[in-house]
């Protein structure tokens, strides 16, 4: 009896040892998130036979998790960043991307992203996502209302406002409440049913059909409890997620984030990206993520400072929560404060949300100390010194802008507790298969690998360095790079 084939993602299996083509397409796309479901529209549209293959019954991934709000800008801005007063030039959106993106970003990437934000914006329009006209200022990590325009990233913190005039750039859906990611994915998802667009769900991915040389042919599949044999006439694309399920791959790739309890995602298992690079795909920036303990609103927190188990300051507290996080997570110990007085502490919804607590009270900033049990005069020389010179109006330690600096003088105090090994850290990844602006698949030495695409967390795209990271760049970059994606894909050939 002939042993039955066994497969692999992590290697591909040759072309000449599959039995028969139980599907066939121009286009195959992987994963039916917002990366996914871009890519196959435009694949459609410009007149490929596109099949969309999804793990799961449904549509909406970790796209559908998400609040929804899409990082846009440039061009002056946007109809509702321009009607809130905000004039956003290209170039500044360009530097900020640039800036957000770490040491190793992508310029080529974040050029075409810039320079096709505001069009993107009018094509998400046109799909049926509707965008209210409205603003809100204050410090706040999704709204709870259908109002749009956030600000959403570091943009008005050191050291990004120094390079990149500020604006608001995170666009959130006309959605009533939080989680207006389901609401753009069924957008999306009418759009592809429209299209014509086969879908297979229930259906994993086993392995790639590569020739043997360097182009790839379609996907092993198991559907319906069976092994399933899927062509692609031109491109497979990858659409996958990230790994931040993977616990293996995460312990192998990026160990720190372990130390986040609470991973974000659906499938999110490296599916996508053990794919690739079994087809020569480079994997790059694979020990960056994302993480955050959502610690505002209210903004009067933000006037707070975090210390650690030394007692010391270590972040300019004004910048974008996950990046504080990021800061966090990176500290030596899992102890954690954010100190308050009576005038700026507001504990509220988020903060019973992400299981913080006071952890020390007292009329003196000393009082605090002894209860914390930290060495004599740490905790309280550092606020010593932030008072002078926040009574000031500076902060030149750590470049806190203005508006946010208030002498914490007022009892009594406060030290909320957020231990990293008891609060809510959530995270995700952000490294994944090397690729192009057109979402072609490159290996080691950049060239593209024949037939084998890639968009969304399966690629390492415009949110690549935890520390920059700003709410809404995910989507942004997997709706704007799976239309690229797509349209390459469909008009491609080996």
């Known amino acids: 009896m002939t042993e039955p084939l066994r497969y692999s993602q992590s290697r591909p299996a040759a072309l000449t040892q599959v039995p028969r083509w139980d599907y066939e397409a121009d286009i195959i796309v992987l994963g039916f998130g917002a990366a996914g479901a871009c890519t196959a529209l435009e694949a459609a549209r410009a007149g490929a036979r596109v099949l969309l293959v999804e793990s799961a019954a449904g549509s909406g991934g970790t796209s559908a998790l998400s609040g929804g709000e899409i990082y846009l800008g440039g061009g002056g801005g946007t109809p509702i960043q321009r009607a809130a007063g905000f004039e956003d030039a290209t170039e500044d959106l360009y530097r900020y991307l640039l800036m957000v993106g770490g040491p190793n970003a992508d310029a080529a990437k974040a050029r075409r992203y810039a320079d096709g934000s505001l069009a993107h914006f009018e094509w998400l329009s046109a799909q049926g996502i509707e965008y209210k006209n409205s603003y809100i200022a204050e410090r706040c990590i999704e709204p709870s209302t259908d109002d749009c325009l956030i600000w959403s990233g570091s943009e008005e913190a050191w050291p990004f406002v120094a390079q990149a005039k500020p604006a608001p750039r995170g666009h959130c859906p006309k959605f009533l409440g939080m989680g207006g990611g389901r609401y753009v994915m069924d957008v999306l998802t009418r759009r592809v049913v429209e299209a014509g667009v086969q879908v297979l769900y229930n259906a994993r991915a086993l392995a790639l059909v590569t020739d043997g040389a360097r182009d790839v042919h379609g996907l092993v599949l198991r559907s319906e409890g069976a092994e399933r044999f899927a062509r692609a006439r031109r491109a497979v694309v990858l659409c996958a997620g990230g790994f931040v399920m993977n616990r293996d791959m995460v312990r192998q790739h990026a160990p720190f984030l372990l130390r986040s309890q609470f991973p974000l995602g659906t499938v999110d298992d490296g599916s996508g990206i053990l794919l690739g690079a079994s087809a020569g795909g480079a994997m790059m920036n694979m020990s960056e993520g994302f993480v955050t303990i959502p610690w505002y609103p209210p903004g009067s927190m933000v006037k707070g400072i975090f210390v650690n188990d030394r007692g010391q300051r270590f972040i300019n507290e004004d910048c974008y929560h996950g990046r504080v996080s990021n800061y966090i997570l990176r500290q030596g110990g899992d102890r954690i404060w954010l100190l308050q007085d009576h005038a ?78 008891h609060c809510f850290y959530a995270s995700f990844t952000l490294g994944g298969l090397d690729s192009l602006p057109t979402g072609e698949v490159v290996d080691a030495d950049r060239q593209p690998i024949g037939g084998l695409f890639a968009a969304g967390r399966t690629t390492c795209g415009l949110p690549r360095w935890g520390e920059g990271y700003s709410s809404g760049l995910s989507l942004a970059d997997a709706t704007f790079f799976g239309r690229e994606a797509g349209r390459r894909a469909a008009t491609s050939s080996r």
């Open 344 to 421: 700026t502490f507001a504990m509220g919804e988020m903060q019973t949300l992400a299981k913080m607590e006071i952890g020390a009270a007292g009329e003196t900033w000393e009082e605090v100390e002894r209860e914390l049990q930290l060495p004599e005069d740490s905790l309280a020389a550092t606020v010593r010194l932030y008072n002078h010179y926040a009574a000031q109006g500076t902060d030149p330690l750590f470049h806190k802008a203005a508006k946010w600096l208030k002498p914490l003088n007022e009892p009594p105090y406060v030290a909320i507790d957020c231990r990293i090994d």
